[in-house]
């Protein structure tokens, strides 16, 4: 079965900082790879995702993520943190890619990025 | 751009009362996703439509039940409310427009259960 681990909850960096939360999957097939972040009392937003192609990813707000396949892992990355990064991040794999579109979710990762 | 909207924002119901979520898929989006999220716990799937047909079901309670309508918006209806429905309650949706990849989610549903 598709799955999906974050193993740290909370994440605390120093603004200007390079971040790293981390990822790691399972999955039988190819794997779909997203990160999404929720920010207090909102939505959920989509920050980038892995279908193929580079390993290393580009997305929204200078994050970015490398699929590792040898270590099944998709940390997300920021060179230089903001105070405004704070939120909660999600890692989500795609579960049967077809009609079957249902995201597996981690369990969350509390990042504070101190001033 | 348009983006996923749900309704109402904010519901407070009392036990054993019933309750109706109501979202609207971005445009040309053909899959709806319902997601609960308790307070500090990852979104759990529920239920997801495509077409109009149910695509998959999670942990759905008996209790709840939902639809997608000939304008792909979809309705979660939920009876016999219980203090533990207390949560946040997303939206999502795909389609072509995406690449059937990635969700796109609304700004959810606070359900309030007293």
């Known amino acids: 079965a598709q799955s999906v681990a974050q193993p740290e909850d909370q994440v605390n960096v120093a603004e200007g900082n390079p971040l790293t939360v981390k990822c790691t999957y399972s999955?039988?097939?190819?794997?779909?790879l997203f990160w999404y972040v929720q920010y207090p009392n909102r939505g959920l937003q989509f920050l980038l995702k892995?279908?193929?192609?580079d390993n290393l990813v580009k997305g929204s707000y200078g994050f970015e993520a490398e699929f590792n396949k040898s270590q099944t892992s998709f940390h997300l990355k920021k060179p230089s943190a903001l105070v405004s990064d704070s939120a909660l991040y999600f890692c989500?794999?795609?579960?049967?890619?077809?009609?079957?579109?249902?995201?597996?979710w981690g369990l969350g990762t509390s990042l504070a990025v101190n001033p | 751009a348009a983006g996923v909207i749900q309704s109402p924002r904010h519901l407070i119901k009392e036990k054993r009362e019933t309750a109706t979520l109501k979202c609207y898929p971005i445009?040309?989006?053909?899959?709806v996703y319902w997601y609960q999220q308790g307070p500090g716990q990852d979104p759990q799937f529920l239920i997801s439509?495509?077409?109009?047909?149910?695509?998959d079901k999670g942990s759905i309670p008996d209790r709840f039940s939902a639809q997608q309508f000939s304008d792909y918006h979809s309705e979660l209806n939920m009876s016999s409310l219980e203090l533990g429905d207390s949560a946040l309650y997303f939206c999502?949706?795909?389609?072509?427009?995406?690449?059937?990849?990635?969700?796109?989610f609304g700004p959810g549903t606070r359900l309030t259960v007293l």
């Open positions: 999502a949706s795909s389609g072509q427009t995406s690449g059937n990849n990635e969700q796109f």
């Open positions: 445009p040309r989006h053909d899959t």
């Open positions: 439509f495509y077409e109009k047909m149910q695509s």
């Open positions: 999955v039988s097939g190819n794997p779909y």
């Open positions: 892995y279908i193929t192609g």
């Open positions: 989500a794999v795609r579960d049967n890619p077809g009609n079957n579109r249902k995201l597996i």
